[in-house]
């Protein structure tokens, strides 16, 4: 498991905003994601391009869910 700090993709509301499920749930209440987790970057720089990150990745678009 990794842990999922504040400014991580984890716990950014852009972070499976199209494409949330079970998992990206229980992230946000754990603090913790499985390795090799990824989803999809929902932030408006970066549609179209699918961006697809694991839950401790970053960027300053940030924005706590
Ligand atoms: S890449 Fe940036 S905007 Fe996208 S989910 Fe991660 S922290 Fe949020």
């Given at each position: 498991m990794i842990h999922v700090n504040e400014g991580q993709c984890g716990l950014?509301?852009?972070?499976?905003?199209?494409h949330s499920d079970d998992m990206l749930v229980q992230i946000r209440i754990d603090g913790t994601a499985p390795e090799g987790y990824i989803n999809e970057c929902g932030h408006p720089a970066v549609e179209g391009l699918h961006l697809r990150t694991p839950a401790n990745g970053a960027c300053d678009g940030f924005k706590a869910a």
């Open positions: 950014c509301a852009h972070y499976g905003e199209h």
